[in-house]
């Protein structure tokens, strides 16, 4: 099992920042991808980053170049640093984390949730 914590979400005006954590304990494999998703009210849950144990990245398209994905495998934390906030932002954020077991065999674990709210 993976436990993730979550924090840094919070109230922000557009063109602001913010820098979201991600904590992972538990039985992580040395093969994972740890990512970022977000959900806006009435909205699917949408890719924003992730980032592989070799930390190779990848980007939704509506954040590429606003936001950065990094992760530190000493502390096993993923962060999410959102620059340029906009209005369209808004969303609970969820940490993820995916156990690479085999080929054809992904463990995927969740956090609870951070909401992040831009508004002016």
């Known amino acids: 099992q993976v436990q993730l914590v979550e924090s840094g979400g919070g109230l922000v005006q557009p063109g602001g920042s913010l820098r979201l954590s991600c904590a992972a304990s538990?039985?992580?494999?040395?093969?994972?991808?740890m990512a970022w998703y977000r959900q806006a009210p009435g909205k699917e849950r949408e890719l924003v980053a992730t980032?592989?144990?070799?930390?190779?990245?990848n980007y939704g398209d509506s954040v590429k170049g606003r936001f950065t994905i990094s992760r530190d495998n000493a502390k096993n934390t993923v962060y999410l640093q959102m620059n340029s906030l906009k209005p369209e932002d808004t969303a609970v954020y969820y940490c993820?984390?995916?156990?690479?077991?085999?080929?054809?065999?992904?463990?995927?674990?969740w956090g609870q949730g951070t909401q992040v709210t831009v508004f002016s």
């Open positions: 993820n984390v995916k156990n690479h077991v085999t080929a054809a065999l992904t463990l995927d674990y």
């Open positions: 538990g039985s992580i494999f040395s093969v994972n991808t």
């Open positions: 980032i592989t144990s070799g930390t190779r990245t």
